[in-house]
């Protein structure tokens, strides 16, 4: 067994507040945590921010890396600090790079998801304004960027109940954000995330969280990041929701099935919304969800479950260790 084991954190830090430019970063408090959290179990550890400083920081050698990287562009940026130590030969905690890639496009996933017989809203890629919009999709639909996450792109207004809403918006989002945009049939019921924790050959499914609207900005009620950002005022969380038995036998089958089919490792968490007619629909899967202790979603749904955040954090590096065959109690 090591003496002491070496543990590299990877993120990307935000910088400048106020936009959604930096959305899916984290802030100072948010890697601060992490780093006495792991410092508490023994361990040491080395902060590696994931910009190009990598390169030299990185000489300090992990045993193992503790991966919240968003990355800095592209399709694959999740992608890039797990490659970037493949190549290192150095593990690191969560999913790996293929996973990370599939996953932030969400049109893919949905591809991907639809192909085992999960539903998900009836959806088409635009990557142009001229495009039309096909003829079994029925208004009203949700505009988003195809590979953003954290809701970036997804504004109050993102939501389109006929052509003359559709084109203007989707001429803004594809002008803005540079990449195709996805358009989804929109549901109108409960909406719901789940996190799901590996745990060896287990999977372990946390208790659903809804998000319950207190707040309504306009005709629908939609996760937007402006929602994400004043949650207090205008979000409940349910956790655990009012579900019957099979309805939560439901949401924890597919979540699982989902998380075996893209190989998600050690942890993710997934968006799930009902249409109206209360059937459950796919949204998107995060393989590399929010870790903010007292903020994101999986840490308060472990919570509820009585994992603290601690626990949490040591189960994923825990996991982490034994996949990587790495004798180091902690
Ligand atoms: N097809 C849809 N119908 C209804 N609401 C949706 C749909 N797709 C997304 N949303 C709303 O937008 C939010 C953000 O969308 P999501 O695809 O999860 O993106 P992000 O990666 O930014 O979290 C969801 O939590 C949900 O409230
Ligand atoms: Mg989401």
Redesign the pocket.
Known sequence: MKDQLKVGITYNLKRKMGSDLEAEYDDEKTITILAETIKNFGCDVILLEANETIIDTIKNKPDIVFNIAEGIQGRGREAEIPGFLNILQIPYTGSDETSLCLSLD?HLTKVIVQSVGIRT?KHQLFHKVDEKLVEDIRFPV?L?PNQ?????G?FDACTADNDADLYPLLQRLLSQYQQPVLV????TGR?FTIGLLQEGDHIIVLPPMEIVYKKHFGKYD???YEVKKNYKECVEYHCPPQLTQAERDEMEKAAKEIFVLFDCKDMARI?F?CDAEGKLNF??LNPLPGLSKGYSDLPYAAERMGISFEALIRRILRNALLRNHIDYHI
């Not at 953003?148 to 970036?152: C, L, V």
């Not at 989804?184 to 549901?187: C, G, K, P, Q, R």
């Open positions: 969400k809203p949700i988003k953003e996450g954290s809701s970036k997804i989804e049939e929109f549901l909406e939609v996760y937007s968006d919304r949204i998107e």
